[in-house]
Nanobody, 120 residues
Framework: QVQLVESGGGLVQPGGSLRLSCAAS????????MHWYRQAPGKQREWVST???????NYADSVKGRFTISGDNAKNTVYLQMNSLKIEDTAVYYC??????????????WGQGTQVTVSS
């Protein structure tokens, strides 16, 4: 199995910054893709950003130019640097990985989420 633990959330004023981390652990054979999603109160979970092990990145239009995803393959960790935060960025942020555990097939694994609140 693969366990994901997010950290770095908190309360920040509009225009501020936060850096989220998501560390994968367990019996990891391979991780191909790591994502960040978020879910605001009363809304569906939405995709935020993706990074492949090769370093290719993609972003939702709503965060492009403000958020930066990066990864450390050796540490099985993905980061999300969030700058110029807006009130509408308030949400629980989740990481998801496409990974292989032991000899099993690839599967998606989700973290438990970390709360980000942007408020004055």
């Amino acid at each position: 199995q693969v366990q994901l633990v997010e950290s770095g959330g908190g309360l920040v004023q509009p225009g501020g910054s936060l850096r989220l981390s998501c560390a994968a652990s367990g019996t990891i054979t391979s991780i191909n893709i790591m994502h960040w999603y978020r879910q605001a109160p009363g809304k569906q979970r939405e995709w935020v950003s993706t990074i492949t092990t090769g370093g290719t990145t993609n972003y939702a239009d709503s965060v492009k130019g403000r958020f930066t995803i990066s990864g450390d393959n050796a540490k099985n960790t993905v980061y999300l640097q969030m700058n110029s935060l807006k009130i509408e960025d308030t949400a629980v942020y989740y990481c998801k990985v496409w990974a292989r555990s032991g000899s099993t097939s690839y599967a998606h694994y989700w973290g438990q989420g970390t709360q980000v609140t942007v408020s004055s």
